[in-house]
């Protein structure tokens, strides 16, 4: 069973296009987050989410946003796509705990503006 | 803000021992990760640390000092499968965000 997956594995559009990526996680855990991974292959944080809060990561473009139907769904929409966004979206969920809250990556999609 | 420095490659022997050091600064601090990252695949979890001291898992060990803002990443007995990037993360306090340094580029050669 996959705990964390992603759809699609590959996305290639064309700039200002309008496109969504969708995640599902089937671990039960409250928190689920959204990471870009560039072409120099830095991770960087992009939103968290649980039923309580969303915390957006203040470099964060506002074409960018996230939707979460219910708890084991975030997906990420964008608008106008820019070249810039080309990169690798990771999906992550994790359970919030005290001490050790261990992220759960899904496949991550590989996204290509052209 | 958080900065956490790692170093950008490293090569090793295989069935040696390899050292991944970290370095970060953060105002508030809950916590610090290790992840293993092969190419074109998700991160996986491989060690947390909240408290200084190491922490020992089968052939990878980590370490961490809080008064020097300061990690390591030790692999024994390294394997061929070890080649992967090594992604050192820091979580604030209050925050349940991970902040990832670059990633250290481990190759294993024989």
């Known amino acids: 069973d996959t705990a964390v997956s992603q759809t699609p594995k590959y996305l290639v559009t064309q700039m200002g296009n309008d496109k969504s990526i969708k995640c599902e996680q089937n671990?039960?855990?409250?928190?689920m987050y959204w990471y870009k991974q560039d072409s120099k292959k830095f991770l960087k944080i992009m939103f968290s989410?649980?039923?309580?809060?969303?915390?957006i990561n203040e470099t964060v473009p506002n074409r960018f946003s996230p939707k979460s139907p219910d708890k084991a769904h975030l997906n990420l929409h964008i608008n106008s796509l820019e070249l810039g966004d080309s990169a690798v979206y990771f999906c992550?969920?994790?359970?919030?705990?005290?001490?050790?809250?261990?992220?759960?990556f899904g496949p991550g999609t590989r996204l290509t503006v052209l | 803000g958080q900065n956490i420095d790692q170093p950008t490659e490293m090569t090793a022997t295989e069935g040696a021992i390899v050292q991944i050091n970290c370095t970060y600064q953060t105002s508030g601090f809950n916590g610090l990760f290790w992840y293993q990252q092969h190419a074109g695949e998700a991160p996986t979890f491989l060690s947390y640390?909240?408290?200084?001291g190491l922490e020992e898992k089968g052939r990878f060990s980590s370490f961490l000092s809080r008064s020097k803002g300061y990690s390591y990443l030790l692999l024994k007995e390294l394997q061929m499968k070890d080649s992967a990037s090594y992604l050192c993360a820091v979580m604030r306090a209050g925050s349940y965000q991970l902040t990832f340094g670059k990633g250290t580029k481990l190759s294993v050669i024989p």
């Open positions: 989410y649980n039923n309580k809060e969303l915390i």
């Open positions: 992550a969920s994790s359970q919030e705990l005290a001490g050790e809250n261990e992220q759960f």
């Open positions: 640390n909240v408290l200084d």
């Open positions: 671990l039960g855990h409250d928190t």
